[in-house]
């Protein structure tokens, strides 16, 4: 009987750590098409090109908000609402990539 109620305690800790997650850390969770690469350039808070490949950035998303603190250069993650082959699919998300290989 204390193992059921431990279960549920872990779960209902869980969805309420996604609850109380940010709007980024919450993005990834649930975005389903990450791109990883070099930002090309980005231009203001409309658009970022990774690696030669434009991607529009959702006007209300976090994304647009987190943008301009990127340049040319650098290593991102982003996360999108759609896949990354469509032209309709837009930013919602980016973070820094960070390499979790140890190399």
Request: charged letters at 10%; aromatic letters at 4%; a negative charge.
């Amino acid at each position: 009987m204390k193992l059921k109620s431990l279960g549920f305690v872990a779960v209902a800790a869980g969805l309420l750590s996604l609850c109380l997650g940010t709007g980024t850390s919450l993005a990834s969770i649930l975005a389903g098409f990450e791109v990883t690469g070099t930002i090309t350039s980005v231009s203001g808070i409309s658009s970022v090109t990774i690696d030669g490949h434009l991607y529009i950035v959702r006007a209300t998303s976090p994304a647009a908000q987190q943008l301009p603190q990127f340049t040319p250069g650098q290593v991102v993650d982003i996360y999108l609402d759609g896949p990354p082959t469509t032209s309709a699919s837009q930013v919602i998300a980016i973070n820094a990539h960070s390499d979790t290989t140890g190399q």
